[in-house]
């Protein structure tokens, strides 16, 4: 079955960087639009970022517009999200997911904690 | 682009139906047939449940169903179940920014 396995959570002061990574596997990683999902704590879900199959089209919440960049490696069957500048209200489980068409979510990953703290 | 609007709570009985309502505008829930509904117990991942308005996956149970009316979507789950206590939340897409949007969420308490 789809597998998708995220990494790189941890805790990070304010204005710190963190990368995330989203390893993909039991599918061809290669044909399908991906994205990042987050969830604060006690709070819903958020859409963060959307990535097209070869990377050419990229979407984003004004919230992290300027500050992430979610990219893929489709060689490595990888997605990730360079978070900069970060600040405590990106603290959040971040998910990743296969994203079919209109925004189906099909597949989601186990998710990653990511904690804004000094 | 401002989250869905669903309750905060909606509970009932084992075997019992409860309907859950996702409350958007004519860019988003209104204007087009892309509502999806997920289900999240606790400390889990999110499930997809229902796809494009009315659309079950496979795998999941017909006691969950999906409609839409105008701005407003709802899941029905009819015999209700122990296991389906969870948080549910719709996502719509969007005509606007961002493109997709989750409802506020729902907790589901079977008494």
């Known amino acids: 079955e789809v597998q998708l396995v995220e990494s790189g959570g941890g805790l990070v002061q304010p204005g710190g960087s963190l990368r995330l990574s989203c390893a993909a596997s039991?599918?061809?990683?290669?044909?399908?639009?991906m994205t990042w999902v987050r969830q604060a704590p006690g709070k819903g879900l958020e859409w963060v970022a959307n990535?097209?199959?070869?990377?050419?089209?990229?979407y984003y919440v004004d919230s992290v517009k300027g500050r992430f960049t979610i990219s893929r490696d489709n060689a490595k069957n990888s997605l990730y999200l360079q978070m900069n500048s970060l600040r405590a209200e990106d603290t959040a489980v971040y998910y990743c997911?296969?994203?079919?068409?209109?925004?189906?979510?099909?597949?989601w990953g186990q998710g990653t904690l990511v904690t804004v703290s000094s | 682009q401002s989250a869905l609007t669903q309750p905060a709570s909606v509970s009932g009985s084992p075997g019992q139906s409860i309907t859950i309502s996702c409350t958007g505008t004519?860019?988003?829930?209104?204007?087009?047939?892309?509502v999806f509904w997920y289900q999240q117990h606790p400390g889990k991942a999110p499930k997809l449940m229902i796809y494009?308005?009315?659309n079950r996956p496979s795998g999941v149970s017909n006691r969950f169903s999906g409609s839409k009316s105008g701005n407003t979507a709802s899941l029905t789950i009819s015999g209700l179940q122990a296991d389906d206590e969870a948080d549910y939340y719709c996502?719509?897409?969007?005509?606007?920014?961002?493109?997709?949007?989750f409802g506020t969420g729902t907790k589901v308490t079977v008494l």
């Open positions: 997911a296969r994203w079919l068409s209109y925004g189906r979510l099909d597949y």
């Open positions: 039991k599918f061809t990683f290669s044909s399908y639009w």
């Open positions: 990535i097209k199959q070869d990377g050419s089209e990229k």
């Open positions: 004519s860019s988003d829930v209104g204007g087009y047939n892309y």
């Open positions: 494009e308005v009315s």
């Open positions: 996502s719509s897409y969007a005509s606007s920014s961002p493109p997709y949007v």
